[in-house]
């Protein structure tokens, strides 16, 4: 007598069912089994669900196969998927299967036994480097009194400290009592970039491959090949007390790594834009990684089972009001560390009053001199500007024409390089025209300056620096190394690019906020901001915020050496030199920068004194992404939690066209977020319904953003 399974699988987008599928089994299988299931004419991989299956009528398709040989996911796992498919509005299916590595979906039972058959082995991180027992430092004073409340209290902790106070070496500790405590604790360290994962890597080896082995530390992101993440993925999900992994180290991604003995989850730079996915299931890792902690523990009846540790100098707006004192109402604990470890300080920050240099200049006399200044010492340099390509627009001098790009309401960035317009919304590219297309005349110019103008500038304006020490037949000029998204492209570069940095083959260095971001760079004592106003004025609220988090990082790539710290400068070209924001990072003081935006958002009722979601819709045209959301809308009058839940009007996105199609967007709004979640899952059969209503037309797609980052 065969049995009536739930199996969670991944159903095609927009398809309206949202649960588990029903299959046949002759043999009892628990949940968290994974399965090969007949899906239509294919067969796919799917996860055995709790509850019972639907009993509908009729004949059901049986299970085509089971892939056992490992132990089911587990029931903690599977809330985990449950809890976020329901938060952000997802199918169950889409978010279980996004959270098993993909080579998974491609292993029929044969290939899987035979995968299996070989020695489970996690990928790469252990043996990134080459384990060198470094030194283990006596903990300072700040970061033995962190580690003092790790221990007794149960957080969630906001480890709040500045750019070289010590935090990496603290999760490194808190880590490393976990483990030697408990025999079959396990332990998740997240980064938001993979770029950054090397060096974490290698001091994560360093430290622990001697102690449990280099198979003991697994990597998990989006950069490694398909096989290396199923095998990190089966060492973490082994176990400890299995030989597996102990130490999972990844992206946003890992935050969904099934690993039985999970006791400790470290977010490094927890404000970072990245850990909250832009596609599909739109999740917050850093969220859901404090849902986690607390759910692991709960299920072991004890509220430090599983801790979890946020760290970042610039903590995203969410946490730190979450770390408030506990009798105004916060939830996590702060642990601060202001000192930088070696009585290093932070650099002074020099602002430039732009609206007292000549009009149209691109860097401060009094910076270039500063900049030089540093070549002929030996030392390094850093610009930031966060805009790559040459000109974000070409124009034509003589008539109205400008690089719009056909199939988006954006221009195509100049790139002089390869002499091609490209749009950096849809990739359209072309080579430069001869003359303007418009009226023929062949005078065009770019407009605004880009990472590859400012290079192009800056090796002018250093034409006649010579940097000391250059060696017999080398040319004795500055060298200018550009860091952006083009010049990385190629697998490999931004290695070479940093080694070169690290080498000292660099003088200055000139970037997007790729280069301002983690990056251990010794031997630079100046950082500058070239023209940051624009997040000023954003229409964004949380502009400044980001901005401020981005500038406080790259003073901190400055001076990280005690012995240079002293000199250490960040120099700022604004217009506004009086603006708060600036004040605030002349001072290095997150605290009043984040009360000030505080209580701005307080008064405005935006986040996180308010909750919102996104519905985003695309079509052909503007008028259907709109209308859809109007009737959506307005369909959703009488649904549970619409007295609290304020909905907007529908408005075009920012940028309202890419690649031919258009988007619009509606915001909801709600002081409560129980009321905000009852009301969208109840919005999600109105909006499946509205879609297919008479009179809307020509909707492509539509999503729902939780707790949006950019609205
Ligand atoms: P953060 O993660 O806050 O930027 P790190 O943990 O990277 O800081 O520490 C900055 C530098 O100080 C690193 O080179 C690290 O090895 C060193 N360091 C950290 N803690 C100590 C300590 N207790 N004693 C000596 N050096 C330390
Ligand atoms: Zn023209
Ligand atoms: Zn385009």
């Known amino acids: 007598m065969a049995e009536r399974l739930p199996v969670v699988v991944q159903l095609p987008a927009h398809s309206a069912l949202s649960g588990p599928l029903s299959y046949a089994s002759e043999r009892a299988l628990a949940p968290g089994t994974l399965v090969r299931v007949p899906l239509g004419k294919r067969e796919t991989l799917g996860v055995v669900w709790d509850g019972e299956a639907e009993p509908g009528p009729g004949e059901v398709r049986p299970v085509a196969a089971v892939l056992d040989g490992i132990a089911p996911l587990s029931a903690a796992w599977r809330q985990l998927v449950g809890f976020a498919a329901g938060y952000y509005q997802r199918a169950l299916g889409e978010v279980a299967l996004a959270a098993l590595p993909p080579q998974l979906r491609e292993l029929?039972?044969?290939?899987?036994?035979?995968?299996?058959?070989?020695?489970?082995?996690?990928?790469?991180?252990?043996?990134?480097?080459?384990?060198?027992?470094?030194?283990?430092?006596?903990?300072?004073?700040?970061?033995?009194?962190?580690?003092?409340?790790?221990?007794?209290?149960?957080?969630?902790?906001?480890?709040?400290?500045?750019?070289?106070?010590?935090?990496?070496?603290?999760?490194?500790?808190?880590?490393?009592?976990?483990?030697?405590?408990?025999?079959?604790?396990?332990?998740?360290?997240?980064?938001?970039?993979?770029?950054?994962?090397?060096?974490?890597?290698?001091?994560?080896?360093?430290?622990?491959?001697?102690?449990?082995?280099?198979?003991?530390?697994?990597?998990?992101?989006?950069?490694?090949?398909?096989?290396?993440?199923?095998?990190?993925?089966?060492?973490?999900?082994?176990?400890?007390?299995?030989?597996?992994?102990?130490?999972?180290?990844?992206?946003?991604?890992?935050?969904?790594?099934?690993?039985?003995?999970?006791?400790?989850?470290?977010?490094?730079?927890?404000?970072?834009?990245?850990?909250?996915?832009?596609?599909?299931?739109?999740?917050?890792?850093?969220?859901?990684?404090?849902?986690?902690?607390?759910?692991?523990?709960?299920?072991?009846?004890d509220p430090q089972h599983c801790r979890v540790l946020l760290g970042s100098a610039t903590p995203s707006l969410e946490s730190w009001h979450h770390s408030r004192p506990a009798a105004e109402g916060g939830r996590y604990q702060r642990l601060a560390m202001p000192s930088r470890i070696g009585a290093g300080r932070l650099p002074a920050v020099r602002l430039v009053d732009m609206g007292l240099v000549p009009?149209?200049?691109?860097?401060?006399?009094?910076?270039?001199?500063?900049?030089?200044?540093?070549?002929?010492?030996?030392?390094?340099?850093?610009?930031?500007?966060?805009?790559?390509?040459?000109?974000?627009?070409?124009?034509?001098?003589?008539?109205?024409?400008?690089?719009?790009?056909?199939?988006?309401?954006?221009?195509?960035?100049?790139?002089?390089?390869?002499?091609?317009?490209?749009?950096?919304?849809?990739?359209?590219?072309?080579?430069?025209?001869?003359?303007?297309?418009?009226?023929?005349?062949?005078?065009?110019?770019?407009?605004?300056?880009?990472?590859?103008?400012?290079?192009?500038?800056?090796?002018?304006?250093?034409?006649?620096?010579?940097?000391?020490?250059?060696?017999?037949?080398?040319?004795?000029?500055?060298?200018?190394?550009?860091?952006?998204?083009?010049?990385?492209?190629?697998?490999?570069?931004?290695?070479?690019?940093?080694?070169?940095?690290?080498?000292?083959?660099?003088?200055?260095?000139?970037?997007?906020?790729?280069?301002?971001?983690?990056?251990?760079?010794?031997?630079?004592?100046?950082?500058?901001?070239?023209?940051?106003?624009?997040?000023?004025?954003?229409?964004?609220f949380r502009a400044p915020e980001r901005l401020f988090a981005l500038l406080m990082q790259a003073a901190g790539r400055a001076g990280r050496d005690a012995a240079q710290g002293a000199a250490s400068e960040m120099w700022i070209q604004t217009a506004h030199p009086q603006h708060p924001l600036f004040a605030a990072l002349r001072r290095h003081d997150f605290p009043a920068f984040a009360a000030a935006q505080l209580a701005e958002r307080q008064q405005a009722g935006m986040p996180p004194f308010s909750h919102q979601a996104l519905v985003r819709a695309e079509a052909r045209t503007q008028q259907a992404a709109q209308a859809f959301l109007a009737q959506a809308g307005a369909d959703a009058e009488a649904l549970p939690g619409a007295d609290l839940v304020s909905r907007y009007p529908p408005v075009p996105m920012a940028v309202q066209r890419v690649a031919n199609v258009e988007r619009a967007q509606m915001l909801v709004e709600s002081d409560s977020r129980a009321a905000l979640q009852q009301f969208l899952a109840a919005w999600q059969p109105v909006l499946h319904a509205t879609r297919r209503a008479a009179g809307i037309e020509g909707v492509l797609r539509w999503a729902v953003d939780v707790d949006p980052l950019a609205v």
């Open 108 to 301: 029929d039972a044969a290939q899987w036994q035979r995968r299996l058959g070989r020695k489970a082995r996690g990928a790469g991180a252990g043996d990134a480097a080459a384990p060198d027992p470094a030194p283990v430092p006596a903990p300072s004073a700040e970061q033995a009194a962190a580690l003092a409340r790790l221990r007794s209290e149960a957080g969630p902790f906001l480890l709040f400290g500045s750019t070289g106070s010590g935090k990496t070496e603290v999760y490194l500790r808190a880590v490393q009592e976990l483990l030697a405590a408990d025999p079959a604790a396990q332990a998740l360290v997240m980064v938001p970039e993979i770029n950054l994962t090397p060096q974490l890597q290698a001091r994560f080896a360093a430290r622990f491959a001697p102690l449990y082995g280099p198979q003991a530390l697994v990597a998990l992101h989006s950069g490694m090949t398909p096989a290396q993440r199923l095998a990190s993925w089966l060492a973490a999900h082994a176990g400890a007390a299995a030989g597996g992994a102990r130490i999972v180290l990844g992206t946003r991604m890992a935050v969904f790594a099934s690993m039985p003995g999970l006791r400790l989850i470290v977010v490094d730079e927890e404000h970072d834009p990245s850990y909250k996915q832009q596609e599909g299931a739109r999740y917050s890792a850093r969220d859901l990684a404090v849902y986690r902690a607390r759910q692991e523990s709960r299920r072991a009846g």
């Open 359 to 540: 009009r149209h200049t691109q860097i401060a006399p009094a910076l270039v001199a500063a900049i030089a200044e540093r070549i002929a010492r030996g030392e390094q340099s850093m610009l930031l500007l966060n805009r790559r390509g040459y000109a974000p627009v070409l124009g034509c001098a003589s008539c109205d024409w400008k690089s719009l790009c056909p199939h988006c309401s954006a221009y195509r960035v100049f790139h002089k390089i390869d002499r091609s317009l490209r749009c950096h919304h849809c990739g359209f590219a072309e080579r430069v025209p001869q003359a303007c297309p418009e009226c023929g005349d062949v005078d065009l110019a770019p407009i605004g300056r880009g990472t590859e103008r400012l290079e192009e500038h800056l090796e002018h304006l250093l034409a006649h620096v010579e940097r000391p020490g250059a060696a017999d037949g080398e040319s004795p000029r500055a060298r200018v190394l550009r860091i952006d998204a083009d010049s990385t492209r190629r697998k490999g570069a931004l290695e070479e690019q940093l080694a070169r940095v690290h080498a000292g083959t660099v003088d200055v260095l000139v970037g997007t906020q790729m280069i301002a971001k983690g990056h251990d760079f010794r031997r630079i004592t100046l950082v500058a901001a070239v023209n940051p106003d624009g997040a000023l004025f954003s229409s964004d």
